[in-house]
């Protein structure tokens, strides 16, 4: 079992960054792949990005593509999402969740986080 949680949400402007960090306890965390998510209200929980177990390969979104970076220090048990030039449509609850498979459908996620709100303001 894993456990995860998510923080570095806030409120912030347009054009602006944050970074989130997910915290991993539990089962071995360089076992998993770990993803990004997002949720925003009145809209279905979308795939933002996700990293391999080494770190060597990383898939995004197209509305993230260039904004965002994600990464991991599996020594920390942690991954990370930095999110520049943040827009008002990013606004949604952030996510992380790990997998075993890095081709794993959102919905094949094993476990996942309780969420951190991201607010961008126009």
């Known amino acids: 079992q894993v456990q995860l949680v998510e923080s570095g949400g806030g409120l912030v402007q347009a054009g602006g960054a944050l970074r989130l960090s997910c915290a991993a306890s539990g089962r071995t965390f360089s076992d998993y792949t770990m993803g990004w998510f997002r949720q925003a209200p009145g809209k279905e929980r979308e795939f933002v990005a996700r990293?391999?177990?080494?770190?060597?390969?990383?898939y995004y979104a197209d509305s993230v593509k260039g904004r965002f970076t994600i990464s991991r220090h599996n020594a920390l048990n942690t991954v990370y999402l930095l999110m520049n030039s943040l827009k008002p449509e990013d606004t949604a609850v952030y996510y992380c969740a790990a997998a075993l498979d890095y081709y794993a459908r959102m919905e094949s996620y094993e476990h996942w986080g309780q969420g951190t709100q991201v607010t961008v303001s126009s």
């Open positions: 990293i391999n177990w080494s770190g060597g390969y990383t």
